[in-house]
């Protein structure tokens, strides 16, 4: 580090002495040189350089300690930028005298310069929330501890920054900037947006990290019922399952009303037992929500009426038809019992209002699976199941 220090004396042409330290302010060349010297050496505490740079210009400890601080902070900024900075701080005094007089004494007051102070207000995300930055230095964070602000790729971010005791501002892009302003940017990846702001108090830095995050992928969700077709009464199984969902709920619409379908929040995956009611189809759908929106998933169940039972053939009225229904016509037949109107009604098979061998014939063959409806019977319906049970 030394030997840096004494390459850039050097390099001013200027020896350092009592006398000059009231010497000529800096020229741009000499300032320049002084200046990457301090950029040339990042990680060197500020202090090594103060004594420098005051020795060769008008700049108090505190405008050199701010002014390497600075320059050391941003190593990829040309030095030109600083070389005003520092130029406007000499003072050219080899045509100025001070004679002391013995009986006169000058008092001197100066007025503290304040250093400037900034603040962010970054606007992002749903609806543009707002969160206020107070950050300086190289640090980033917010009053709650956080460090950086989350978006969604081709969200914008607006940035706002004010400021105090600052006459400008150096933006992102390195341009001077206004000391107050806004502006919005669409980051393509995690960045920093820095400010740094100057005045005759120094320099102080706000900044803000956004990290940019892929959109979240649109749920997805199946529903599927246990029974497709179902009568009223039945219970059916309402399942589903989901993907990049957070909750569900149903749609409430008139099928949600048949089912009695609730209004309650549901979990991303589940079941539900509903009891079937009404007719024709009903449609139950539920919705999903996630990070990246909402989706909808249907099932569908056809529901009939229930079916219309023809007794016909069920002639001792059990609830079955055997082989004693066929042996009870056929005893009726050759005479040997008889039968209740009722019981002739469930008889006649074929319909022609007659109780004869046919009938028996009709009930043998249903009891061998042979026919599956009787003839009597009206269209719709169906007939009852059969037994192999035989009579006495």
Known sequence: MK?????????????VSPAFTQAAGLTTDQATILINVVKSSPSTPAGAFVDLITAFSGVTVNQATALITVVQSSPTTSASVFVPLLTSFTSDTSTTQTTMQPTTQTTTQSTAVKSPTCTLNVA?????????????????????????????????????????????????????????????????????????FYGNGGYTSCGVMVEVFPNPDI????????????????????????EDAAYASWVQDSTADVLGLPLDKLSDFGSQVVTVA???????????????????????????????????GDVNSDGVISQSDQEQVMRFVVGLVTLTDAEKNRADTNGDGLVQLNDAIDIGGYVARQITIFQACPSGTVGLPVSSATGT
Do not use: R
């Not at 929330?129 to 989350?150: C, I, P, Q, R, W």
């Not at 969700?221 to 309402?238: E, I």
């Open 219 to 242: 749920p997805a969700c199946a529903l599927t019922a246990s029974k497709n077709t179902a009568v009223p009464g039945d219970h059916v199984t309402l399942s589903w399952t989901s």
């Open 3 to 15: 030997k840096y220090i004494l390459g850039a004396i050097l390099s001013i042409g200027i020896l």
């Open 278 to 312: 009404g007719k024709g189809y009903l449609t139950p759908t539920l919705s999903i929500f996630g990070k990246g929106g909402s989706s909808l998933c249907s099932a569908t169940i056809m529901v009939t009426a229930p079916a219309v039972v023809c007794n016909k």
């Open 124 to 196: 992002y995300g749903p609806g543009g929330v707002a969160k206020k930055y107070g950050l300086t230095g190289t640090g980033y964070y917010d009053g709650s501890g956080s460090t950086y602000v989350e978006i969604h790729d081709g969200e914008p971010v607006t940035i706002s920054w004010a400021s105090t005791n600052a006459d400008y501002s150096q933006g992102p892009g390195g341009d001077k900037d206004l000391a107050n302003g806004s502006a919005t940017y669409y980051p393509g990846g995690n960045k920093a947006y820095v400010w740094n």
